[in-house]
């Protein structure tokens, strides 16, 4: 099947046309995957504007749908159908692709699949690699940070969460502190490179306990507390950052996976996903927990750890596949993937 995929929830507008496997299951065939990040729009105050990013998105929305529809050199008429964000994330944004979506999707008389955004972010692995149910994913994003099985499409059971902050949160927060430019992510992990990783000893919170979850706001106070002892040294507190961000995930990642292990006693597959997987030092460090293993280790290529399209796209194509019909709710900026989750945030609306 083909699908087209349109994602606006965040501060970048994507469209992508995206092509189901040749069993239907992964792996998939991006047909076209068209980014436009907002950076600029927003840099200049330090952060995501929602307004103008919901501005941004109705500018430009269509001429990123039509490019990728022209690269994939198909017509609305050839799509299966078309799937959308609808949460969660800025209402703004999620109004307009929505709409825009809904829009395309009545007068060609296409299914229309309203997607969870971190259901792309957990499928992803399934449109590059083709991986099999269940496996184990860690979601590391600007808004979450969760260990998660991944037992089939819309069947995830959360193992683990952020008790405080978001890992992209406390990268950007990082940078912040240290005059480094918005957004702090890339930037952290660039500075790192040339500073010493042992220079500080920052906390690694909760280790060594028995819960899953996680906490960063410890860490973002000690790195705090060294960025106004010694602003000087950017790098190695980045590069001391960045390290004890590794020693913690490894270290709970490390135990999701010995619970899974004991559970479904066979192999699978580690998978790391959302924007922060797209940093290089945490890729290599968290690869070693499978080194020597019958485990599969895969991290997505970088510009599809970080908000695209072909991900939204790709959620659709296994919604499809799947015969997963979602009721259009509408927009949902709240929204859990675990249904624990959703059941104490109510209809997530
Ligand atoms: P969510 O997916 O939770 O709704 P989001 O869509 O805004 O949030 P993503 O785009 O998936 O988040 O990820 C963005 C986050 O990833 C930001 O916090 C950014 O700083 C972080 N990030 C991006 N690249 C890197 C990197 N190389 N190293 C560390 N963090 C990174
Ligand atoms: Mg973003
Ligand atoms: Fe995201």
């Not at 307004?51 to 109705?58: K, S």
């Not at 799937?83 to 709409?99: E, N, R």
């Not at 991986?131 to 260990?147: C, D, E, N, R």
């Not at 500075?191 to 819960?211: I, V, Y």
Request: glycine letters at 10%; hydrophobic letters at 45%.
């Amino acid at each position: 099947s083909l699908v087209l995929g349109i994602e606006t929830s965040c501060d970048e507008t994507a469209a992508s046309v995206v092509r189901s496997g040749r069993h239907g299951d992964g792996p998939g065939e991006i047909v076209s995957n068209i980014v436009r990040s907002q950076i600029a729009d927003h840099a200049p105050f330090g952060g995501v504007v929602p307004e103008i990013a919901a501005r941004a998105h109705l500018q430009t929305l269509d001429g990123i749908i039509e490019r990728a529809m022209a690269e994939a050199e198909a017509t609305f008429q050839d799509l299966d159908a078309i799937a959308v964000t609808s949460g969660p994330g800025l209402a703004g944004g999620l109004i307009v692709g929505t709409m825009t979506a809904r829009a395309i999707a009545a007068v060609h008389s296409k299914p229309l699949f309203t997607i969870n955004h971190l259901e792309g972010h957990a499928l992803t692995a399934r449109l590059t690699d083709g991986v099999a149910f269940p496996y184990l994913l860690l979601l590391v994003s600007g808004g979450h940070t969760q260990i998660l099985l991944v037992r089939g499409v819309g069947d995830y059971e959360r193992w683990a969460t952020t008790i405080d902050d978001a890992l992209g949160e406390a990268f950007d927060k990082t940078a912040k502190l240290l005059g480094l430019p918005y957004p702090g992510g890339p930037q952290v992990e660039k500075a790192a490179r040339k500073g010493d990783p042992k220079a500080f000893d920052f906390p690694r919170p909760l280790g060594g306990r028995e819960t899953l979850d996680m906490s960063f706001s410890g860490l973002k106070t000690a790195v705090r507390k060294a960025a106004l002892a010694e602003p000087e040294r950017v790098d190695d507190i980045c590069a001391s950052f960045q390290t004890a961000v590794g020693d913690v995930l490894a270290d709970r990642l490390t135990r999701a996976f010995e619970r899974f292990k004991q559970e479904y006693s066979r192999p699978a597959a580690l998978i790391v996903a959302g924007g922060v997987a797209a940093n290089a030092y945490l890729r290599a460090r968290l690869q070693t927990i499978t080194q020597g293993k019958d485990w599969r280790w895969i991290a997505p290529p970088p510009n599809l750890c970080t908000d695209n399209a072909a991900m939204i796209a790709w959620a659709g194509v296994e919604r499809l596949a799947a015969n997963s019909i979602i009721e259009d709710e509408g927009i949902r900026p709240r929204w859990p993937l675990d249904p624990d989750a959703a059941q104490r945030l109510g209809s997530g609306k």
